[in-house]
């Protein structure tokens, strides 16, 4: 049957739809939600959302038009001359349209907000919503219908317990409590792909149980169930014995209370075969669960492992380097989990790591040793992300980091809290390894102003846009060696809070620095 605005009625529907979307209705609605429909089915097909963009331009809608910008814009390359005009054309649509586009789910209570700002674009892809986060009760189970018909291309939804809420007496904290078995029992949930459990007041082992047990979750390719602590090792085992989550790819189960138990449980179920992303970090698996992801078979596909804050010792990491089913890591987060010297030695010789883009290791002990294992390993020479903060490395080892031929690709640094001081700094200032970087965090590291005018006279600095030395003594000397820097025209933040450089210093950078400064 054709649609009611493609019947004779077309102009006068045009005539009267400003009254109509007063009142919530729109003739267009279930046209536009069967285009949706589709799309949700098949979000990558280009030519169906193109064509979903025709047809909006042809009802007289502008999000039609910014589909188009948008989709022209993803392929287009940086330094087009277009650019500049579809960019600047991409956010006078928004501006003027999005809450209008977004004005259902707004029905709702739902609006999506960054620190009470309206961002339309962290729930909208190519134009079309298909993220949600929902902080109020009585919207799942409650009011599907509305959200799904509010959003009929959802994929992903974040459900919050807790809604903050401002007022000028101050802030607030709404508490409520998902009924997940009647959640995890709606036919809507087909289409979802992507689910947010993240820390529930009232999820249990059971309501887990209830989730894995939905035959409406058997799309599903990513579940963050993370920081829930009453979970447990039997939501593990609700998780492992589930007969329709076998396609998740993305599991998220950190501070879980799993243990070695829950640990062992994930590692031997098949269900997690299709794994590329697994987070377990802050479990206290220890070594023995460490052990266990190790020798599981059925991990051989992860990309992405966050196993930090675990305890796992210098077995842990042993267990990780020997193992023969993590080659394919990509990244790593291994942070606080005591491995020191003899950890990071078994790490640094292991082929495991040779295909890393991204290592965090804060909070090891690892000291200058450490840090000169790291340094000479060549397993290391694909990684642009390293994170050493907090692990007691001095001048030597920060020497040693900066003399290495295999860190030539880092541009994010993260040597935070480790005593390097003046030498450290003046290493680091002379080193190739800055050539790359885009980002460098060495707050509090006991920097002077000697060391920080090596680093304002390093033209390695040229490419970095983000720069921490918050909480290092360098005085208005340091301060104002940053200000005659000609090698930091690129810095959007520049941290320098916590730094005893007076009120002069402060004018100082004001003056040459502007906003970019965060004091």
């Known amino acids: 049957m054709p649609s009611f605005a493609s019947q004779g009625a077309g102009p006068l529907v045009e005539f009267l ?301 042993r267990a990780l380097a020997d193992s023969s089913n993590f080659a394919a890591l990509t990244a790593l987060e291994f942070g606080e989990n005591a491995i020191g010297v003899e950890g990071m030695r078994a790490l640094a010789a292991s082929a495991n790591l040779a295909h890393l883009t991204s290592l965090s290791l804060p909070r090891n002990d690892l000291g200058s040793d450490g840090a000169r294992l790291l340094a000479e390993s060549p397993q290391l020479a694909q990684l642009t992300v390293l994170d050493l903060n907090s692990n007691g490395i001095e001048a030597e080892g920060a020497e040693a980091l900066a003399a290495s031929d295999h860190l030539r690709r880092v541009d994010e640094l993260n040597l935070a809290y480790n005593p390097i001081g003046d030498a450290g700094a003046r290493a680091l200032a002379a080193s190739p390894i800055l050539a790359s970087l885009t980002r460098l965090d060495l707050r509090q590291c006991g920097i002077g102003a000697d060391g920080i005018a090596a680093l304002a006279a390093s033209p390695g600095l040229s490419k970095v846009t983000i720069l921490n030395l918050g909480d290092n003594p360098f005085g208005s000397e340091g301060a104002q060696a940053l200000a005659d820097s000609p090698h930091l025209a690129r810095l959007d933040l520049l941290f320098v809070d916590d730094v005893s450089f007076g009120k002069e210093g402060e004018e100082i950078l004001r003056s040459r620095f502007g906003s970019v400064a965060s004091f």
């Open 17 to 317: 739809r400003p009254l109509l979307r007063l009142f919530g209705f729109d003739p267009r609605k279930a046209e536009q939600n069967a285009w949706l429909r589709k799309i949700a089915v098949a979000p990558e097909n280009r030519s169906l959302r193109l064509a979903y963009a025709d047809w909006l331009v042809a009802q007289g809608d502008p999000l039609g038009e910014f589909i188009r910008v948008d989709d022209e814009l993803e392929d287009m390359a940086p330094d087009d001359e277009r650019r500049k005009m579809l960019d600047d054309r991409w956010a006078c649509l928004a501006e003027t349209h999005a809450k209008h586009w977004l004005a259902p789910l707004k029905r709702l209570g739902l609006e999506p907000q960054i620190a009470g700002r309206f961002y339309p674009h962290i729930w909208m892809r190519h134009g079309i919503v298909e993220e949600v986060s929902i902080d109020l009760p009585g919207i799942l189970p409650e009011q599907a219908d509305r959200l799904f018909d509010a959003a009929p291309a959802l994929r992903k939804i974040a459900l919050q317990s807790t809604r903050v809420v401002s007022s000028p007496t101050g802030t607030d904290f709404i508490e409520f409590y998902p009924d997940f078995p009647s959640i995890a029992g709606l036919p809507h949930l087909e289409q979802i792909r992507s689910l947010e459990l993240t820390s529930q007041h009232a999820l249990t082992a059971e309501g887990v149980q209830a989730l894995a047990s939905s035959p409406y979750l058997r799309n599903l390719t990513e579940l963050d169930l993370g920081y829930n602590s009453e979970l447990g090792p039997e939501a593990a085992r609700a998780l492992a014995a589930s007969k329709t989550l076998t396609g998740v790819k993305e599991l998220g189960l950190q501070s879980c209370s799993l243990g070695k138990d829950g640990a062992t449980i994930l590692a031997d179920s098949a269900n997690f075969a299709h794994l590329t992303r697994l987070k377990v970090g802050g479990n206290e698996i220890g070594s023995g669960g460490m052990q266990a992801l190790a020798a599981s078979p059925y991990l051989k596909g992860l990309h992405q492992l966050d196993a930090s804050n675990n305890s796992v010792g210098p077995e842990g990491a």
